[in-house]
């Protein structure tokens, strides 16, 4: 059973940081595309960042180019997302996604708030 599990999420003041990471197992996830969702309160979900099985990289929003950064180890079937001056506005609750081409696996979700 393929499963994807996020982890480190939780509150933090603004300018603060936090860093999210999603285990994946059940299936190797070299080869997929891995991606960080979030979805605020009374918003659609919008795409955080992805990352490809060589490592590219794309961010979905600019407003966190420059804070958020997105890796992945493929050893560990992990990808993690290093949140750097946390605002308020990134309160959401955020999701890891896989695929091969789209994705096809979703974690439950972690709850980041961020207080000013």
């Known amino acids: 059973q393929v499963q994807l599990v996020e982890s480190g999420g939780g509150l933090v003041q603004a300018g603060g940081s936090l860093r999210l990471s999603c285990a994946a197992s059940?299936?190797?996830?070299?080869?997929?595309?891995m991606g960080w969702f979030r979805q605020a309160p009374g918003k659609e979900r919008e795409v955080v960042a992805r990352?490809?099985?060589?490592?590219?990289?794309?961010y979905g929003t600019d407003s966190v180019k420059g804070r958020f950064a997105i890796s992945r180890d493929n050893a560990k079937n992990t990808v993690y997302l290093q949140m750097n001056e946390l605002q308020p506005e990134d309160t959401a609750v955020y999701y890891c996604?896989?695929?091969?081409?789209?994705?096809?696996?979703w974690g439950q979700g972690t709850q980041v708030t961020v207080s000013s």
């Open positions: 990352i490809n099985w060589s490592g590219g990289i794309t």
């Open positions: 996604a896989a695929g091969p081409n789209s994705y096809i696996y």
């Open positions: 059940g299936r190797t996830f070299t080869a997929y595309i």
